[in-house]
């Protein structure tokens, strides 16, 4: 008799067992454990950036500034090889993108346009935004937003050849030209966009 009162008893503690077990695994696949998926990028932000670079373009960042233009995508085609160093690269690497063309697209009514580019330069429809006489094959591009200002970009140019000077250009919207445009060291004034790559820079002000 002992030993069958012994039987029953493991027996339930077996049982006992699997009914916690199976508490403990249902749990862990509660739907309110899991990540909530990231924002999904609207249709037509999507359409935009394959638009601008075909399979290419990835709609980096997208919003609504009304005080900065209205609504705007942030479009990038990345460069997939890794770059050079570049001097005073950004310490944390999430803050920057390492990029071959860069396309800021403004909503125009059932259109987009495109507000600035970098690609070998760095243009807005005025002109050109950066110094640079060599086109410049990559950027490591940072950015911010926010609800008043927009897009604030920063860019530094990659694999330059040796011996050239350092190429490193602030961007913002610049409320009087309601466009992106460079800004100075000071990031206080904006500058006036170049006619030709290379040529004399102008401050005008803010």
Known sequence: MPSKRRTKLAAAALLLLAASLGALCSSCSSPGTESPPAPKVPADVESAAKAAFGADGVALDFGDFSAAGGRQVLVVHRLSSPPQP?????????????????????????????????????K???????????????W??????????????????????PGSKPVNVRVAWNPKKQEYDALDATGTRFLEPLATPGGAIVKVDR
């Not at 807005?124 to 990559?138: C, E, K």
């Not at 591009?141 to 050849?161: H, I, R, V, Y």
């Open 86 to 122: 570049v001097a005073a690269a950004p310490q944390k690497p999430e803050t920057y993108v390492d990029v071959i063309r860069v396309s800021l697209l403004s909503r125009d009514g059932a259109n987009w346009k495109e507000a600035f580019r970098a690609d070998g330069h760095l």
């Open 124 to 138: 807005n429809r005025r002109g050109y935004l950066d110094a640079s006489l060599v086109p410049i094959s990559s």
């Open 140 to 161: 490591r591009m940072t950015f911010t937003k926010t609800a008043d200002s927009g897009f604030q970009l920063e860019f530094s140019g990659l694999n330059l050849p």
